[in-house]
């Protein structure tokens, strides 16, 4: 056997197309019969057959030698499996609290999983205090005496837990059926079925459940939402496909009922829907091939520097009068509009009247923002106060609050290179600044009209912390008094309540496991609510990830990462370094908060796996920082990644910087070959997945606002009515973006390309492009098209990972036996 064996690896090793598959094949198929204790001596003799063969001196005989030894190690998938995020997850139980706020109330409940189980907690705030909501035991033994079968104490399957605030009792299902817990005397009452009462997905239920809106055949309608009252109003005659007021635009169904776009003005009085008018944009497809017959999937999809990209529209309804109002946005060539209450901070200081509707209103080239009032009756606007932020406005953080009923006017800008708050009058004029320096003000958390009195989030204000760590912090609309209200270092993953001024706060770190507390305005810690344990993990080995930083390619910037080791580490091995890569700019690929990770299932098969940032990779830094990567789309990213890992590599001696991996999923596909291609000499192995490998078929938005987009106007002369010649402004854009395809003839290391072949996000044809240029510079590459599946990989998720674990043992530690084994997915694909 040993003898065919170095035959076939002599015929491999001295063919001038090396990676010929016959040869490979001839390879691994004898390679597959040796004993693993005797694998190790085959590559020092293979090592030798070669370094003969084209003549090396005795010394680079022997350094060939020393590298194809260590090449030849085996991966451990076996304590890969044991980590995997889903096992871990299980051991650690829940990382965070998410508190379920009463209605009218500051008290909350909510869910928190740990070795013992499943547990449901309510939390007396005023009291300072939290209970077990219920006995689950006892819960245990009714649901069983109800149902005939045994139920898990430990893990109740309760569905549709929620809070009833008018009757002051929890309610959920089981199999269908209700039933109804009274706290306050602990008692259980099954129910009936609930399909008789069931909320069904077509209705829009106003803010006191008084109305029912609902759209069918595209159009829209409203009816009461008492059962007796069967009258049912339609509002609208000129909906149709693909300018609709429902949310499924393209469905051809005309009698189904169907979910609007509306949203109810809290008062009742009115509604309104925002709608597209995508009738003249393009359509774009995906096949479903696992349907029973395989079904065509037809939606708009605008792409980079097109004419049509959909034309937005708000219009009011008047319930009492059934009557339309049209609100008049028009500003800019293809401007887009966003009324979504999410972006204008409501709370109980905004009654949100129906008599003005706000919006705001971005240019095409997302470099210029309005915030607009319109007056709900008449349909005519105002601008309050607008600003141009170039190259593009930080979409991130593109919040107003609106400060009883418009007096003021609370406004994010990045004017000074920095996002900082900023306190409009009435008419727009500035009054002042609210919070000012070299840090980031985050998110609008709460507002307290009557204390004057803002809380926001920030990030990069304290010294020496870490600058993606979230703090809150209060402070006056006059700008006094700013007060730090989560001094302890770490990540604060902040909810505010909705009556008064608490909140929950889940403190960590990617090493530190979180701990949750319950704050007040002061930033005290009234009530400790839960704390992470970790013990049945460390028992099994698992450790805790490291942080570390490096320099960008200028030398100077801060760059920021997470280092995960394999659990059997040996500090005199040298192990092969994988970078996991996402370019940004909304976000950057290394976790800062506590929790299991994938990455680290793949460092256990024998590998170093970072993740760290790049220039251009988050809007949590300053303004340079964020846009650095524009108009540069393809490129920016990569020379940071690279110096960055010859920093490890030359920091770490157990990273072998000649064995360097690198993966990511979408925006991360997209830079991972792009990485690959451009430094051959550096890569040598890349897993792109779901990859925008050619943004010019990616989403305009995206494309246009990230990369740039060129306006261009000019007048030309039509013939008009009467056969009069007119005048006609035009105005144009493009918006061109580099692409892999145009770097294949790089291709030197390894590229396997995974695709969900109905992604409707970075469609398919980004691959596939890619592909065509490989196939046309004679490359080898891999690929794999995962069936029905999108752009998460969902179920298949273990299948990938393990894909992905086994092609890097065989390119970089030279681990062959994932050609003749099955991979080992822990549940079925469904």
Do not use: C
Not at 221 to 244: H, I, K, P, Y
Not at 250 to 259: A, L, W
Not at 312 to 318: P, T, Y
Not at 585 to 610: D, K, W
């Amino acid at each position: 056997m040993f003898t065919a064996l170095f035959s076939a690896t002599k015929t491999l090793l001295t063919q001038t197309y090396i990676r010929d598959v016959h040869y490979q094949t001839t390879f691994r198929t004898y390679l597959g019969m040796i004993d693993p204790s005797r694998k190790a001596l085959f590559f020092i003799i293979t090592a030798f057959i070669w370094a003969t063969t084209i003549g090396l001196t005795h010394a680079q005989q022997v350094s060939v030698t020393a590298q194809t030894f260590q090449t030849g190690q085996k991966a451990n998938f076996e304590l890969a499996e044991r980590f995997t995020t889903q096992k871990m997850d299980k051991l650690i139980g829940s990382t965070s609290v998410y508190p379920r706020w009463i209605k009218d109330s500051d008290d909350f409940w909510y869910t928190y999983e740990t070795a013992e189980g499943k547990q449901w907690y309510y939390v007396h705030t005023d009291d300072r205090r939290q209970r077990p909501l219920f006995d689950r035991e006892r819960l245990a033994a009714e649901l069983s005496e109800s149902f005939k079968r045994p139920f898990n104490a430990t893990d109740l399957d309760l569905k549709g837990f929620d809070y009833d605030t008018d009757k002051q009792r929890f309610t959920f299902h089981v199999d269908s059926v209700e039933f109804i817990y009274n706290v306050d005397n602990n008692t259980l009452v099954k129910g009936d079925s609930l399909q008789a009462d069931k909320q069904e997905p077509w209705q829009t239920y106003s803010p006191d459940s008084t109305w029912i809106a609902y759209a069918q055949n595209h159009n829209l309608f409203v009816m009461s939402a008492d059962t007796s009252d069967s009258t049912v109003f339609q509002l609208t005659e000129d909906g149709e496909r693909w300018f609709s007021y429902q949310w499924d635009q393209g469905s051809t169904d005309s009698t189904e009922k169907m979910r609007a776009r509306v949203r109810w003005f809290d008062d009742e009085k009115k509604l309104y829907v925002q709608r597209t008018d995508y009738r003249e944009v393009e359509e774009l497809w995906v096949i479903n091939y696992l349907k029973k017959r395989p079904e065509l999937e037809t939606y708009k999809y605008a792409m980079p520097g097109e004419e049509e990209i959909g034309i937005q529209h708000l219009e009011v309804f008047d319930i009492e009068s059934q009557s339309r109002t049209i609100v008049d946005t028009e500003m800019w060539e293809d401007q887009s509009l966003d009324a979504d209450p999410g972006r204008l901070i409501k709370g109980d200081y905004r009654a949100n009247s129906s008599d003005y509707l706000y919006f705001t209103r971005l240019n095409r080239a997302a470099s210029k923002v309005e915030l607009v009032r319109a007056n709900t009756s008449t349909g005519e606007s105002e601008v309050i106060f607008g600003e141009e932020s170039k190259p593009y406005w930080n979409w991130r953080f593109m919040d107003v609050a609106i400060i009883e009923e418009g007096k003021e006017y609370i406004w994010w800008s990045e004017r000074t290179g920095w996002g900082q708050f900023y306190r409009y009058d009435a008419n727009g004029k500035m009054i002042n600044e609210i919070t000012k320096g070299n840090f980031v003000a985050g998110n609008v958390v709460k507002i307290d009209t009557a204390a004057q009195t803002m809380f926001f989030t920030a990030f990069g204000r304290e010294e020496g912390e870490h600058p993606y760590y979230q703090h809150l912090y209060s402070v006056r609309f006059d700008g006094n008094r700013l007060q730090h209200l989560s001094p302890e270092s770490g990540n604060h993953q902040i909810y505010a309540s909705t009556e008064g001024n608490y909140f929950v706060d889940n403190i960590s770190t990617v090493d530190t496991p979180t701990r949750s507390v319950l704050r007040d305005g002061s930033g005290k810690i009234i009530l400790e609510l839960q704390q992470v344990n970790i013990d049945r993990a460390t028992e099994l080995g698992w450790e805790v990830p490291e942080t570390f930083t490096v320099k960008a390619a200028d030398g100077a910037t801060d760059l920021y990462g997470v280092m995960w080791k394999p659990f059997d580490f040996d500090p005199n091995k040298k192990y092969p370094i994988v970078s996991y890569v996402y370019p940004g700019p909304q976000t950057e690929p290394f976790p800062i908060t506590f929790g299991a990770s994938r990455h680290q299932a793949l460092a256990q098969v024998g590998f170093i796996v970072v993740a760290f940032g790049n220039r251009g990779g988050s809007p949590l830094r300053s303004r340079y920082y964020h846009t650095y990567g524009y108009g540069d789309l393809r490129d920016y990213p990569l020379a940071d990644n690279r110096y960055g890992l010859e920093q490890l590599i030359g920091r770490h001696n157990f990273v072998d910087g000649s064995k360097v991996g690198i993966y990511g999923h979408s925006g991360g596909g997209f830079m991972s070959t792009a990485a690959l291609l451009t430094h051959p000499d550096f890569y040598d192995v890349a897993v792109s997945s779901a990859g925008n490998h050619d943004n010019n078929v990616y989403n305009r938005w995206w494309s246009e606002t990230h990369n740039g987009v060129e306006e261009t106007t000019k007048v030309i002369k039509e013939m008009g009515e009467d056969s009069v010649e007119v005048e006609k402004t035009i105005t144009t854009f493009d918006g061109p973006i580099e692409t892999n395809a145009a770097l294949a003839k790089n291709l030197q290391g390894k590229l396997l390309l995974v695709h969900g072949n109905i992604d409707n996000n970075v469609h398919p044809a980004n691959t596939i492009r890619l592909v065509d240029a490989l196939v046309k510079e004679g490359k080898r590459f891999d690929m794999m098209i995962l069936p029905g599946r999108r752009h998460g990989f969902g179920p298949y998720q273990p299948y990938f990972e393990r894909m992905m674990w086994y092609y890097f043992a065989e390119h970089l530690l030279g681990d062959y036996r994932g050609s003749t084994v099955d991979y080992h997915i822990p549940e079925d694909l469904d």
